[in-house]
């Protein structure tokens, strides 16, 4: 089975900042690669699939880059809304798998 | 609009079973393979099990394997999974997800999710 790890965890940061969270695969899953964005007590919402291509009506602020194994996605100025849990997740193969999760906090 | 609501959590003892639907609408469901993710308390996403459109291709995660089964009523708009044997950890919302095309495994549509809770 493919792992995938997030870092950080955890990430506090402002208004207006340009965050990086960082995905990386056990092994090469090629640009199959999804990002979502859970808010409390809410089902998680679809940000970006095969690695770079932003979902439809998602803002042009989230944007997704790698291949392989290593993988980022980056919010290029944080808005008031954006304060969350960020999960990736791997469709390269069966068992797909998420990652840990990165809470992302208002500092 | 797509929709997908799920239905049939609740309170179950350990060695229970349950039986979770998840019907679906706004979208032509028999076109679509379909998924079930699970979120412990406080804790991450967890897929869980997929079916393809016409229930060709099913797969499982190996936590629930043996235990659980996916199925789906194309006529129906429904998607199901029986889960037997329950444990403690399999304690969790179970969302069901679509996938939007066949060359895809991304989940673009998730319900809003329904509890389980395996307690004696």
């Known amino acids: 089975a493919i792992r995938m790890t997030q870092s950080p965890s955890s990430l506090s940061a402002s208004t207006g900042d340009r965050v990086t969270i960082t995905c990386r695969a056990s092994?090469?899953?090629?640009?199959?690669l999804a990002w979502y964005q859970q808010k409390p007590g809410k089902a998680p919402k679809l940000l970006i699939y095969?690695?770079?291509t932003l979902q439809s009506g998602v803002p042009s602020r989230f944007s997704g880059s790698g291949s392989g194994t290593d993988f980022t996605l980056t919010i290029s100025c944080l808005q008031s809304e954006d304060f969350a849990t960020y999960y990736c997740?791997?469709?390269?193969?069966?068992?797909?798998?998420f990652g840990q999760g990165t809470k992302l906090e208002i500092k | 609009e797509v929709q997908l609501v799920e239905s049939g959590g609740g309170l179950v003892k350990p060695g229970g079973s349950l039986r979770l639907s998840c019907a679906a609408s706004?979208?032509?469901?028999?076109?679509?393979?379909m998924n079930w993710v699970r979120q412990a308390p406080g804790k991450g996403l967890e897929w869980v099990s997929s079916?393809?459109?016409?229930?060709?291709?099913?797969y499982y995660a190996d936590s629930v394997k043996g235990r659980f089964t996916i199925s789906r009523d194309n006529a129906k708009n429904s998607l199901y999974l029986q889960m037997n044997s329950l444990r403690a950890e399999d304690t969790a919302v179970y969302y069901c997800?679509?996938?939007?095309?066949?060359?895809?495994?991304?989940?673009?549509?998730w319900g809003q999710g329904t509890l389980v809770t395996v307690s004696s």
């Open positions: 997800a679509r996938v939007p095309s066949d060359s895809a495994g991304e989940f673009d549509y």
């Open positions: 706004g979208f032509t469901f028999s076109s679509y393979s």
């Open positions: 079916i393809s459109s016409s229930s060709s291709y099913i």
């Open positions: 092994q090469g899953i090629s640009s199959y």
């Open positions: 095969a690695a770079s």
């Open positions: 997740q791997q469709y390269y193969s069966y068992p797909y798998s």
